[in-house]
Structure formats: structure tokens, C-alpha cells
């Protein structure tokens, strides 16, 4: 292909470009524009919106400009406290007129007091790095009110809400130091994350200002991890201990407040706290309550960690050292709460807890006589440490607690101790492989027996009522009183404590049914699992999936019992058939099949609660030459 190339021409001198001062409706028109601005005479006349083009401004000009009104804007801002620092000095005078409102002010702009250097420099460095840079945010005011998302009214409404309740399964505050006034001046964060918390309780899981509010905590996590600090704030941990504990991302989101703790040194402060308890013949200082409040965090998220770990399948993240003995000298501080108590027997309890799992799960190379000696060992060993473990507790919440709080303390001791008697015995019994209980041996079908009765009693303290009913008080305060203490606590329950409470209602139907329990008992698990059905439906939910599976199981039990006692009456008017008489034969009905086999993806996927998959299949003697692997 030919191509043609045209004679080069002598160059053209470069015409000079005119700024241009035209508006960009006066040069679409190509008339005469007189440039004033913001609008020029024409546009005014004409009553359109004046713009003009913009040319694009070189990268340094832009960053210049940009650091110009970055100083405009400190130096605005500094003028504002130069001017609310007059404002307090004049208000100090008067302040029975100001109330709290001085006080809170103030605290923005006294000096830090000093913080404690616990055992090693990295902790001394990175906190005082930290509670500086939580000086600065204090000034932003950056909370949802503040934003406009929610009024003070509301905010001080779900505050209470959240120390009403949610504190207890969060335990990482003091109701008496983390007020409103103190907690909305010291980080943003941590404040919408406590009222959010507050208006789940109130308002519900799915309304729409919950809703916001769980975006701005989003906004508020994001910062935290892109543009903060590597060393975060101790309020950040603890906002995000809150979004991990009421959401379902709560294992990646705990991950993050405990590497975040870690890297704060807070174990640290646990060591110089025992420390200085042990060297102290006066009163506490200041520095010694700083360092309680830390202790109190560090351990509330190594509590969650290790429930998370223990119910969820996985191996937990940190290993503590911690003895009982040191566990229970932070109970006698001047610093504990009612609150701090539950934290410490529950971390006390997921020690034995851990122990227990490590050492079952640890046996996989022994043969399976020495596996089962092993199994044997630790199931009665960890089962007398338990029954110790709650006995001595209850003595001591007995004597610290108040006589308004101890009652529903001494029952979540007992939730608590039913609750590891169940798992254990569970979990040693799922590392064995079997399945079927017609199969087991008399030790595996005591280990059964065990974690249903603990079961039954389960149940039975999620519906006892704190105290009788009595004469002398208002019908209204009479039907509190009557009504089941610990499910009233799940208005501000987890989402870990909804799955509980729903798997082991329908744990305890099942192995009853398993077990082949005579009719009367099986009706009366059933109607106090209706009963818990019934007063959770007066609770604001929150994950309602839970709800559900509660609800789901109790149907799916129904079914399988009326058809289990109709053939159990029609085979031999009622009796109770013991586990070893002859089982072969009855058949199962369908609805039995169906609710034997209803093991919710809940319970599989998200946390690994052992049991559920439990069977009891019959064998009569016909049988013992079909393949096995079917049948188990």
C-alpha cells in the first residue's frame, strides 16, 4: 500500500493562550462576559446559575492550597477552645448554676493523670501514646449525637438500658466510673457502640435506627483499623469487644480486639496489678484503679475468647496461666463489682474448661484401652473440679454480692456449672466415634445419662424465678417476681446465649427420647421447654434465627412424642423400657426419624455444640450380621 507523505512546512509561531474569563453560559452564547464573581451581570439579568471553567491547577499549587486550608481550619478550631476556655473559667465560678455540664468540659483540657508503667516499656510507651491520641479525639465530639442520628434523650434511655443488663455479658465496665457524661467525652466509638447496644435491647433487632446505628459503628471500626494508630485506644478495644459479642462476625471481630490488647500490653497490667495489691498497706491510688480497669478488660475479652473458642470448634487463641488463687485475690479489691465477680468465676471456669478439651482431645495416639483409661480420668477429674468450682463461688458471691444482685448470681453459677457438666461429658463421649447409644458400653451410656440429667436441670433454672412470690407486695412486682429470672436477662443477651439456651432445649428432648425416659418425664421436659418458648416470645429477640430453631425444635418434639407415647401405650400400656431390655421391636415413626435427625446448620457451622448427632438404633440379634457401617 502506497503512502503519502506531505512536505514538511515551516513552523507556525505559538500563539499566546488568553486566560479565559468568560462564564461558561456567556461563552455558550459567545457574547461578552465582564467576569465578576461569583455571578456576572448577564447571568444576573437572566436569572441562571453563573459557573466558570476551571482549568486544571498544577499538583503542587493544589497541595499548597490544601495545606493553606488545612492551617485555616486548626487555627479556627483552636480560636473555639481558646473560647471555651474562657467560657469555663468564667462558669467555674457558678458552678451550682452549670452542674456536670463544667465538670464534663473540663476534663477535655485538664492534664492526663499519670498511668502506671507496668512490668515492661512497651507497655508504658504504647499507652501513653494511645490515652494522648484519645485527648485529641475527645475534642471531635464525633458520637451519633452529634451527628444528629439520635437525640440525648434517646442516648441516655439505651445507655441505662446497656448497664442494665448487657454489662453482665460484656463485662468490661464499671457502672459506677463508665458513666454517660464520662464515656461520650473520652471516645465517640465506644459510645455509639454502648447505645447501640441499649436500642437492640429496646427497639428491637431489625428497626430501622438499630440499623443506622450498626453502620456508624462500621464507620467507626474502619478508622480504627485504616487511619488510626498501630496502638489503638483502651476505649477502641472495648467498643470492639461490644461489636464482636452482639454480632455474627464475633470471631473475627474478637480477633481483633485481642491482638489489639496484646499489642497494648493489657496482660501486662494484670502482673503490676498483683503486684502492687501485694505490696499496698494503704488506701488505692489512682494509678492502681487505672490498672484494675485494664486488668477488668484484658480479662473480659480472654473470657469471651475462650467461650468462643470452647462451644465454637476451634482452638482457643491464648492460654492462660492464671491460677484460682489469683483470680480470686481481684475479687477482694476496692475496685470489684458485682459485675467483676461473674467475669472472674467465669474465667476460672473456662481454665478447667480448657483443660479438660486439651487433655481429651490430646489422646488421639494412644490405643483404645489406654484412651478410654485417659478419657475416664479426666471426665471424673474435671467433674469434681466443677463441683468445687461452683460451690465455692457460690460461697463467695454469696458474701460479696448484694442482696439485690446474689440471687441472679447464684443461678448463673448453677446455669453455668450445668451447662460444663453437659459439654463435657459430650465431648469426651463424640472422641470416642460411636454414635449409636444401643452400641456404647455401660461407661459411655453413664456419660449420656450424665449430660441429660445435667440438661434437665439446665432447663429447669432457666425457668426458676428468683424468689416466691409474696403476699405483701403489688400484683405488678408479684408477677416479676414469679416470672424466670435468667430469661429476663436475654432482652440484652448475645447472640452466643440465644444459641445456648435453643440447643440445649432441644438437646434435653432428644437424649430423653434416646434414653427412652417413661411419658410422664418426657411431657414434663416438654412443657417447661414450651414454657421457655413462651416467655422468650415477651423478649425483644435478637438474631431471631435462634428463636426459631427453638421454636422449630419444640413442634418437631410434639410430633415425635405423641407418636412415641402412642406406640409405647399401645406396646405396653405406658411401662418405662429400660436402656438394656429388648428394643427391637418397635419402629420408629417418621415424625421420631424427623426430629432425631434435626440438627439446625446453626449447630454445625457457627458454634459445635456436641450431642446432636446422637442415635439410637436397636440391634436385635437378626442384626448382628448386616453391615455395620450403615447402620452407624
Avoid at 40 to 68: A, H, M
Wanted: charged share 20%.
Amino acid at each position: 500500500m502506497d503512502v503519502e507523505f506531505s512536505p514538511p512546512q515551516p513552523a507556525e509561531r505559538a500563539r499566546k493562550r488568553r486566560a479565559i474569563n468568560a462564564c461558561t453560559n456567556c461563552r455558550t452564547s459567545k457574547v461578552k462576559c465582564d467576569g465578576v464573581r461569583p455571578s456576572c451581570q448577564r447571568c444576573l439579568r437572566n436569572d441562571v446559575q453563573c459557573e466558570y471553567y476551571e482549568g486544571v491547577k498544577d499538583p503542587i499549587v493544589l497541595r499548597i492550597e490544601g495545606l493553606e486550608a488545612e492551617v485555616h481550619a486548626i487555627s479556627s478550631e483552636m480560636d473555639d477552645i481558646r473560647t471555651h476556655v474562657s467560657n469555663l473559667e468564667v462558669d467555674r465560678s457558678d458552678s451550682s448554676a452549670t452542674g456536670l455540664t463544667t465538670s464534663r468540659a473540663l476534663t477535655l483540657l485538664d492534664p492526663l493523670p499519670p498511668i502506671t508503667a507496668p512490668a515492661t516499656a512497651a507497655f508504658e510507651a504504647s499507652s501513653s501514646h494511645s490515652l494522648h491520641i484519645l485527648r485529641d479525639q475527645m475534642l471531635v465530639g464525633d458520637h451519633a449525637v452529634g451527628k444528629g442520628l439520635i437525640t440525648w434523650d434517646q442516648a441516655a434511655l439505651w445507655f441505662q438500658s446497656f448497664f442494665s443488663g448487657s454489662h453482665n455479658f460484656v463485662p468490661i465496665f464499671c457502672s459506677r466510673t463508665d458513666t454517660m457524661e464520662s464515656v461520650s467525652t473520652r471516645s465517640a466509638f465506644l459510645f455509639d457502640a454502648i447505645v447501640g447496644i441499649g436500642c437492640r435491647a429496646e427497639e428491637g433487632f431489625n428497626s430501622p435506627i438499630f440499623r443506622r446505628l450498626q453502620m456508624r459503628l462500621r464507620e467507626h471500626l474502619s478508622h480504627a483499623l485504616i487511619y488510626s494508630p498501630s496502638t489503638p485506644s483502651l476505649e477502641d478495644i472495648q467498643a470492639i469487644t461490644i461489636m464482636a459479642s452482639y454480632s455474627e462476625n464475633g470471631f473475627i471481630l474478637l480477633a481483633i480486639a485481642l491482638r489489639f490488647a496484646m499489642n497494648l500490653g493489657l496482660s501486662n497490667a494484670v502482673e503490676e496489678l498483683l503486684s502492687r495489691m501485694s505490696r499496698r498497706s494503704s488506701d488505692t491510688d489512682a494509678n492502681e484503679r487505672e490498672l484494675y480497669r485494664i486488668a477488668r478488660v484484658w480479662y473480659g475479652i480472654c473470657n469471651l475468647e475462650l467461650f468462643f473458642s470452647l462451644d465454637g470448634g476451634k482452638v482457643p487463641s491464648i492460654t492462660l496461666r492464671a491460677s484460682s488463687r489469683r483470680i480470686r485475690a481481684l475479687v477482694k479489691h476496692p475496685e470489684s463489682t458485682a459485675a467483676d465477680v461473674r467475669l472472674l468465676s467465669q474465667i476460672e471456669l473456662n481454665i478447667i474448661r480448657s483443660n479438660a478439651y486439651n487433655a481429651i482431645i490430646n489422646h488421639n495416639g494412644a490405643d483404645a484401652l489406654e484412651r478410654e483409661t485417659i478419657l475416664r480420668g479426666t471426665v471424673n477429674e474435671t467433674t469434681v473440679e466443677l463441683s468445687l468450682w461452683v460451690e465455692e463461688w457460690a460461697a463467695i458471691v454469696s458474701a460479696e454480692s448484694t442482696s439485690r444482685t446474689s440471687p441472679l448470681a447464684l443461678l448463673n453459677l448453677q446455669i453455668q456449672y450445668e451447662w460444663a457438666v453437659i459439654t463435657l461429658h459430650l465431648k469426651a463421649l463424640s472422641d470416642s466415634g460411636i454414635e449409636n447409644i444401643a452400641l456404647m458400653d455401660e461407661f459411655q451410656q453413664d456419660m449420656v445419662r450424665t449430660a441429660k440429667d445435667a440438661a434437665a436441670r439446665h432447663l429447669h433454672h432457666l425457668l426458676q424465678a428468683s424468689a416466691p412470690p409474696s403476699p405483701n407486695v403489688s400484683q405488678p412486682e408479684r408477677l416479676q417476681r414469679s416470672r424466670p429470672t435468667y430469661l429476663t436477662t436475654f432482652k440484652w443477651a448475645m447472640d452466643y446465649v440465644w444459641a445456648k439456651c435453643a440447643f440445649s432445649v432441644l438437646l434435653v428432648l432428644k437424649l430423653a427420647l434416646l434414653l427412652r425416659d417413661p411419658p410422664a418425664v418426657l411431657m414434663s421436659l416438654f412443657r417447661d421447654a414450651h414454657q421457655v418458648l413462651e416467655e422468650l416470645k415477651n423478649i425483644t429477640v435478637g438474631r431471631i434465627s435462634y428463636f426459631q430453631i427453638l421454636q422449630v425444635s419444640i413442634e418437631k418434639c410434639e410430633g415425635a412424642l405423641n407418636d412415641h407415647i402412642a406406640q409405647r401405650n399401645g406396646s405396653n400400656n405406658g411401662g418405662s423400657i429400660g436402656l438394656n431390655d429388648e428394643m427391637g421391636g418397635g419402629e420408629e415413626t417418621q415424625a421420631e426419624k424427623d426430629f432425631e435427625g434435626y440438627v439446625p446448620s446453626e449447630f454445625v457451622f457457627e458454634w459445635d455444640f456436641p450431642g446432636l448427632n446422637l442415635r439410637h438404633i436397636p440391634l436385635g440379634w437378626q442384626d448382628l450380621f448386616t453391615d455395620l457401617d450403615n447402620v452407624l
